[in-house]
């Protein structure tokens, strides 16, 4: 279960889109090879006494990006892991420090969904951890490439979460295919996924990274309760300007 479902299963069921900003796993997709995706952290988020889990990235040896929505009262980032359920030697758990979501975070709207987490320490850079490259603000990708997300989410609909890292590949979409989203915005969002297919992030996955020729182009945000594509992802280019700010912050 996850963070969205608490914040906007009333709005979304309404709209149609219920799971929301938080996803659990990948549909159609396959298991990464084990420690392939360095970068992918397991975040578990403790909120109201509740837990919950997010996906998210590393994009600093201290700092981890993941969505807004994904925001508690404590979290705990595990790195390094493909199975989330076994105590592997690779992994590196730490606290965060500081939570930094966008200031604009619309919960709401579901919009500027994205947050950066400052660790407690230094991670070490190893074979199984280690940074993923962010773009420039002057470099936005465009509609018609094939990326990748991964994630922990679950598998299906009524499947539960993974225990393992999946992956699947995602084609960006033109943003006219997002329209029915009421409050999609092509300049801070990506329309991610052909409808055609059924191949999405889901529940579980929010967070994660949508991953564009080794650059995380987006981050997972929000889709339909019923998983079918496209769904939508918050697009980092755009939030250039405020995650360099953090970064020099911090």
């Known amino acids: 279960m996850d963070l969205m479902f ?25 298991e990464s090879i084990p420690h392939s995706r360095p970068y992918m952290a397991f975040l578990e988020i403790e909120k109201y006494g ?32 493909h199975n989330i359920r076994k105590e592997e030697s690779t992994q590196q758990t730490l ?24 660790l407690e320490e230094k991670v070490n850079l190893t074979l199984a951890v280690g940074p993923l490259p962010i773009p420039s603000e002057l470099n936005p990708i465009g509609h018609g490439r094939v990326c990748r997300a991964a994630g922990w989410g679950r598998t299906g609909v009524r499947a539960p ?3 393992t890292l999946q992956e699947v590949k995602l084609r960006l979409m033109d943003p006219a295919n997002c329209k029915h989203y009421f409050h999609f915005d092509q300049k801070r969002q990506l329309c991610v996924g052909n409808p055609k297919k059924i191949q999405s992030a889901f529940k579980g996955d929010s967070g994660g990274p949508l991953i564009c020729s080794g650059v995380a182009q ?15 992802f918050t697009r980092i280019s755009y939030y250039r300007d405020w995650i360099n700010q953090v970064l020099k912050s911090n």
């Not at 500081?98 to 500027?112: A, C, D, G, M, V």
């Not at 981050?219 to 594509?229: C, F």
Request: hydrophobic share 40%.
């Open 161 to 163: 979460g993974s225990d």
């Open 6 to 30: 608490c914040i906007h299963c009333i709005c979304l069921y309404i709209w149609g889109m219920w799971w929301g900003s938080v996803s659990d796993d990948i549909i159609g997709g396959h």
């Open 95 to 118: 606290d965060v420090k500081h939570q930094i979501p966008h200031p604009e975070y619309n919960s709401w709207r579901i919009l500027n969904d994205i947050m950066l987490l400052k």
């Open 218 to 232: 987006g981050i997972v945000s929000y889709g339909r309760h019923d998983a079918e594509p496209p769904a939508v």
């Open 50 to 81: 509740e837990k919950y889990h997010c996906g998210g990235f590393l994009i600093r040896r201290d700092i981890v990006m993941t969505a807004a929505h994904c925001a508690g009262d404590s979290i705990k980032v595990t790195l390094g892991a």
